[in-house]
């Protein structure tokens, strides 16, 4: 990776790393957070953004601090179609809300697997998978860029607003397919630009780290899953967060192998 990426990725885990400090030490979740520089940045959760987008039903019993880490830009759960007995894999499963969620929709014979980068977000996720007494999740360290899991062993990868903060989208791609059995889905939330807007206009309206300036347009993302070979792809805008930028929902799905 370039300096440059280096750089990104530190300050995506940096500003994760924050937010969950917050919620584990009771502060709001503006708190801020400080860079290599020791230049202070908010830890903010826009419009647009976090527990207000899951249904006050999905919430019941779920630990405190698991809605509280919720920074993400929609409700993979809600298009994720999961099923009694799935192995799930989270892609930044931060505080642990959606491995949580659907914890409970695979019951005690599926399994669930939330992957996260930032040693903070893991301990506040596994605390509150012993909180919320959920025997089948676990928690794994590692990037979305290279899952530690083995090839064919999910049958459904879910992701809330995480593949826009990748440096390396055509890898994040290729890893999901990889990971994903035949037939697999892959049912995501993530923030989406509109086609006519450049890498310029996009940082113009937010920050890598907001989850803005990383966004691929529709086009792009269409692109990127078909590239690394899934089928049946769709991209539908189900709310705005920024001047032509939108929460998605991103649908796909692993070919069966020929016959």
């Known amino acids: 990776m370039t300096e440059q990426t280096d750089a990104l990725r530190d300050r995506v885990r940096q500003r994760y790393a924050a937010a969950a400090t917050a919620v584990r030490t009771g502060t709001t979740a503006s708190c801020c957070g400080v860079d290599a520089s020791g230049e202070a940045y908010p830890v903010e959760i826009g419009e647009g953004f976090g527990s207000q987008l899951y249904d006050p039903t999905e919430q019941e019993g779920l630990p405190a601090e698991a809605v509280a880490a919720s920074l993400g830009c929609g409700n993979p759960l809600a298009v994720a179609d999961l099923r009694e007995g799935d192995r799930v894999l989270d892609l930044g499963s931060g505080g642990g809300i959606d491995v949580l969620l659907s914890a409970r929709r695979v019951g005690p014979t599926g399994k669930v697997y939330g992957l996260d ?22 928690f794994v360290k590692g990037t979305i860029e290279a899952i530690p899991l083995p090839d064919s062993s999910i049958d459904v990868i879910i992701s809330n607003c995480v593949v826009n903060l990748s440096t390396n989208k055509p890898a994040v791609f290729a890893e999901a397919f990889r990971v994903l059995v035949p037939t697999g889905r892959l049912g995501v939330s993530d923030v989406v ?7 310029k206009q996009r940082a113009e309206r937010g920050s890598y780290v907001g989850c803005i300036a990383g966004a691929l347009t529709i086009a792009e993302y269409h692109d990127g899953l078909a590239t690394a070979g899934f089928i049946d792809i769709t991209i539908t805008p189900t709310h705005q967060v920024a001047d032509g930028m939108h929460s998605a929902i991103i649908r796909a799905t692993k070919p069966a192998p020929p016959r």
């Open 193 to 199: 630009a509109e086609n006519h807007l450049t890498p």
């Open 117 to 138: 980068m930032t040693e903070e977000m893991l301990t506040l996720a596994r605390a509150n998978a012993t909180r919320a007494g959920a025997p089948n999740v676990e």
